[in-house]
């Protein structure tokens, strides 16, 4: 009886210093995996979804901005001169092999977008990757929460032959975007300040 006791105790020691050990390690490692998801990962795809701006999107942005009751996003906001004229948010979306993430560029004034680029996707190499490619997200430049939808549904955007669904699911997710800024377009602007 003595020994379980003992094996319990010894046990328990070992588990709450190794908690304790995880948790700081993973406390001491968030902020420079955050930084480096935003500079290596997030970062390029914002730079490519505006064209001609003054200042560092990626410098200038503004993190979790409420969107919503439970939605919080961070905002990278693109200026010409010192009027803001675009931003830049990250939307998801389901596509066939899993969750897609999207970073959109929309303008302030039209609230058209300025571009897209698919940053993470577990999409089939050859067929729903093929999302990431130009000649697939470049067709959405410049569209209106309108134009948006698959040609074969009355839209603008070719899908992929062979990846319909991830097709579908960029569309769905950048409409949701778009929307999403239409209904919040005055948070985002107090939120920058362009008010």
Same mark, same amino acid.
Request: glycine share 10%; net charge negative.
């Given at each position: 009886m003595?020994?379980i006791?003992?094996?319990?105790?010894v046990?328990?020691?070992?588990a709450t210093?190794?908690?304790?050990a995880?948790?700081?390690?993973?406390?001491?490692?968030?902020?420079?995996?955050?930084?480096?998801?935003?500079?290596?990962?997030?970062?390029?795809?914002v730079?490519s979804?505006f064209?001609d701006?003054?200042?560092?999107p990626?410098k200038?942005?503004?993190?979790?901005?409420?969107?919503?009751?439970?939605?919080? *996003?961070?905002?990278?906001?693109?200026?010409?001169g010192?009027?803001?004229?675009?931003?830049?948010?990250?939307?998801?979306?389901?596509?066939?092999?899993?969750?897609?993430?999207?970073?959109?560029?929309i303008d302030?004034?039209?609230?058209?977008?300025?571009?897209l680029?698919?940053i993470?996707?577990?999409e089939?190499p050859?067929l729903?990757a093929?999302?990431?490619?130009?000649?697939?997200?470049?067709?959405?430049?410049?569209?209106?929460?309108?134009?948006?939808?698959?040609?074969? *549904?009355?839209?603008?955007?070719?899908?992929?032959?062979?990846?319909?669904?991830?097709?579908?699911g960029?569309v769905?997710?950048v409409?949701e975007?778009l929307?999403?800024?239409?209904?919040n377009?005055e *948070?985002?602007?107090?939120?920058?300040?362009?008010?």
């Amino acid at each position: 009886m003595r020994d379980i006791i003992k094996m319990i105790i010894v046990l328990t020691i070992i588990a709450t210093v190794m908690g304790t050990a995880l948790s700081l390690v993973e406390s001491i490692t968030r902020e420079p995996i955050e930084y480096s998801r935003l500079r290596f990962v997030k970062g390029p795809a914002v730079l490519s979804v505006f064209t001609d701006y003054d200042n560092d999107p990626i410098k200038d942005f503004k993190k979790d901005v409420m969107l919503g009751e439970d939605i919080t *996003k961070s905002i990278f906001p693109a200026k010409k001169g010192d009027k803001y004229f675009a931003i830049a948010f990250e939307v998801t979306g389901e596509g066939y092999g899993g969750s897609l993430g999207i970073m959109i560029g929309i303008d302030l004034k039209s609230g058209d977008l300025t571009g897209l680029r698919v940053i993470t996707h577990t999409e089939t190499p050859g067929l729903g990757a093929r999302v990431t490619e130009p000649t697939f997200y470049e067709q959405f430049s410049g569209l209106t929460i309108t134009d948006i939808a698959l040609s074969d *549904k009355g839209g603008k955007v070719n899908a992929i032959s062979g990846a319909s669904i991830s097709s579908q699911g960029v569309v769905e997710a950048v409409k949701e975007g778009l929307a999403l800024f239409d209904s919040n377009k005055e *948070k985002i602007m107090s939120s920058l300040g362009a008010i």
